[in-house]
């Protein structure tokens, strides 16, 4: 019974600021900016469910461009902006990169 409940408890962490995270429904990406020293924001008309409290500003969403994942997160984004492809964006329930906007997680495109 007690590897149970620790399995249960890992799983609940692993998973959890998945669940509970942010998204924006599929449209185009409308801008993106790109700052010091590596951020990119990324701005979206879909349609926004869970966000987090720290995230003030329901459009957007933000990327570490400095990092290994945010490179190549960074390079599907400039390609969806380019080529106009709806996208659906999932926050991590965090706005660590930005103070009030939530960091991507992953996203997907739906054309």
């Known amino acids: 019974m007690k590897i149970i409940n ?31 020293p ?12 869970g966000a987090p409290a720290c995230a003030t500003q329901p459009n957007r969403f933000v990327v570490d461009g400095t990092t290994p994942s945010g490179k190549v997160l960074l390079n599907g984004l400039v390609l969806t902006y ?9 926050g991590n329930n ?6 009030n906007t939530e960091t991507i997680t992953y996203f997907q495109t739906n054309n």
């Open 6 to 36: 620790i399995c249960i408890i890992i799983f609940c962490a692993l998973f959890s600021s998945t669940v509970y995270s942010g998204s924006a429904d599929y449209a185009v990406i409308n801008k993106v900016d790109f700052m010091e």
């Open 94 to 99: 965090t706005c660590s990169v930005y103070g």
């Open 38 to 49: 590596g951020i990119i924001v990324v701005y979206t008309d879909g349609l926004r469910t």
């Open 82 to 90: 380019s080529l106009k492809k709806s996208v659906r964006f999932v």
